[in-house]
């Protein structure tokens, strides 16, 4: 049995990886959120947009794809 025999530990890695992942897509979605309304404000409303589109792909991504369906159904 290696060091990966264990389901526990296979179990723990997966969901800090998860984690990570749920917790960076998030952080991009707020990062591209908060671009798009600089952008905004300067009048580029196109890029503007672009930027609030792919926020908000990244937060559902991070929040409810990654944090809701894979993190609390391995919690609960």
Known sequence: MG???????????????????????TLGGIVAEYTSMQYFGTGEQAVAFWLAAIGAVLLYAGLYGVGYQKLLARVS
Do not use: D, M, R, W
């Open 3 to 25: 060091i990966f025999g264990s389901g526990a530990v296979v179990e723990a890695i997966s969901f800090v990886v998860y984690t990570v992942a749920a917790g960076a897509l």
